[in-house]
């Protein structure tokens, strides 16, 4: 896996190309393997993005705690996206992004606080759980005290 956004994007779409858009006829080469691509490596791209705003003062206000540690998480049966932690190391704010066209489920929020609880660290720990969503949300569902959904759509920047 390569971490550096730019260098990953270079290797998962043009570098596998590369003989052929050197050939010309970028166009259709673009709309056919491209631009399918794009979804599975533009997820991998945002989720540094939308770390650093929830760790910094840009969207302060949907962490309840300032974050003093910022990353991903993973462990033999549990990845997170986003996992922010207290100086103290005893609340966290663990997040799940969902970059997808359409709005994604507001149920959600249930099976990643299953997640963070079962996990052997984090569910030591006082968490609130948030989904990240770039098109919104859909259900029912409203979140608790210590759970977000947050619609990147609809927030100021």
């Known amino acids: 896996r390569i971490a550096d956004p730019f260098v990953a994007t270079w290797f998962g779409l043009v570098h596998p190309l590369l003989d052929a858009l050197e050939r010309g006829g970028a166009g259709p080469l673009v709309a056919r393997e491209v631009v399918p691509r794009l979804g599975r490596l533009l997820p991998s791209a945002v ?6 705003l929830l760790a910094g003062p840009a969207w302060r206000d949907l962490v309840p705690f300032e974050a003093a540690t910022a990353g991903r998480a993973w ?5 997170f996206d986003v996992v922010l ?8 704010f663990v997040g799940e992004i969902k970059w997808s066209r359409g709005p994604v489920g ?17 569910g030591t ?3 609130t759980v ?8 859909s259900g029912r569902r409203r979140p608790g005290p210590e759970e977000r959904l ?4 609809s927030l100021r920047w």
């Not at 462990?75 to 990845?79: F, N, P, V």
């Not at 947050?150 to 759509?153: A, L, M, R």
């Open 130 to 137: 948030a989904i990240v969503s770039r098109s919104g949300f």
């Open 150 to 153: 947050i619609d990147v759509s």
């Open 125 to 127: 720990l006082e968490s």
């Open 85 to 92: 932690l207290d100086e103290a190391r005893r609340r966290a």
């Open 47 to 52: 989720e540094p993005v939308v770390r650093d």
């Open 106 to 122: 507001a149920e959600l929020l249930d099976d990643l606080r299953r997640r963070v609880s079962a996990d052997p660290i984090l």
């Open 75 to 79: 462990t033999a049966t549990s990845e």
